[in-house]
């Protein structure tokens, strides 16, 4: 039986190899490609599960190449970096990248995250069923992992639904930084990980009619994050 599909887009051709090979050997149907260009007859030839996006690619930039990808499919995207500075993680997961990982990195450090993005991905539909939440003018569809707005579709990354989805099944009760990371990441954390913040951050740009003052995801200072299905105070 072949495994879910990997394409890893990176201009080191050892990375590539070395990717290529261990993954295979993990079950994964992988691809790869050296830069947008190859990205994009990769893509022309059917839609992987998962993409490996380096941040410095010649011509188009991972950055771009995420951006480009979100925005015509819902595929998780991992970005890959060289310098690994913080700013490159929050930009990454602002343009819509499900997780960061720097350079050098251990394989299996990949592994484990490819995992977990692939398992948050199929979360709601292990769900089953039409379940469908409704919260405000929304309704959040379990099954199918889609949100509207009095009917109208609202686009998600997977990430922003995993994390949409651990609030409305956890309603008026605050969620610590830590307690959100270990059900969506399932890997050891760094304690200086802000990319919750930046994923709450682009949620509440699609929720809240005022991002600044959120009404539906608000923050309980000294405890995390806390989501009101009524709009209100809890």
Known sequence: MVGDRVLVVDDDAGIRDLLADYLAKQGYDVSTARDGGEMDERL???????????????????????????????VPVIMLSARGEDIDRIVGLEVGADDYLPKPFNPRELLARIR?????????????????????????????QALSRDGVDVALTQA???????????????LSRDQIMDWL??????PFDRSIDVRVTRLRRKLEDDPAN????RTVWGQGYLFSPRGRMA
């Open 116 to 144: 977990a993005v692939l398992r948050r991905g199929s979360a709601g539909t292990r769900a089953g069923g039409a379940e469908l939440v409704r919260f405000g003018p929304f309704a959040l569809d379990l099954a199918a």
């Open 44 to 74: 022309r030839a059917g839609m992987p599960d998962l993409i490996v996006m380096d941040l410095m690619l010649p011509g188009e930039d991972g950055l771009s190449l995420t951006r480009r990808i979100k925005a015509a499919a819902d």
């Open 160 to 174: 922003e639904f995993s994390l949409l989805k651990l609030f409305v099944e956890h309603p008026n009760r605050a």
């Open 214 to 217: 959120p009404v539906y995801i």
């Open 185 to 190: 990441k399932g890997y050891e954390r760094d």
